[in-house]
């Protein structure tokens, strides 16, 4: 069974730091594109960094400057470094990956993450 399994998340105060963690198990061939979004409370889901199979990177304008998203292949995961965390970036944090399986190309989500920032 393919699967993207997230840790990490947590509680953390007002300019903190959290790293999270998204690995991808199961039969996979290879990973195309990976990202982290955000749910906040009575929100749309939002996408806050992407990263492509070879390393280019991009970012909302409401992370940027602050997270980083990075990935190790090897390992089939996904990573989002945030620094200066504020109480706006309190949601539940979802990865995303393009997987080439048994299936073909297809689309996966995390099962999420909480983080709760606060002031």
């Known amino acids: 069974q393919v699967q993207l399994v997230e840790s990490g998340g947590g509680l953390v105060q007002f300019g903190g730091s959290l790293r999270l963690s998204c690995a991808a198990s199961?039969?996979?061939?290879?990973?195309?594109?990976m990202a982290w979004y955000r749910q906040a409370p009575g929100e749309q889901r939002e996408v806050i960094a992407t990263i492509r199979a070879f390393g280019s990177t991009n970012y909302a304008d409401s992370v940027k400057g602050r997270f980083t998203i990075s990935r190790d292949n090897t390992k089939r995961t996904v990573y989002l470094q945030m620094n200066s965390l504020k109480p706006e970036d309190t949601a539940v944090y979802y990865c995303?990956?393009?997987?080439?399986?048994?299936?073909?190309?297809?689309?996966?989500w995390g099962q999420g993450t909480q983080v709760t920032v606060s002031s």
């Open positions: 995303n990956a393009d997987l080439f399986t048994m299936s073909g190309r297809g689309n996966y």
């Open positions: 199961g039969t996979i061939f290879s990973i195309a594109d």
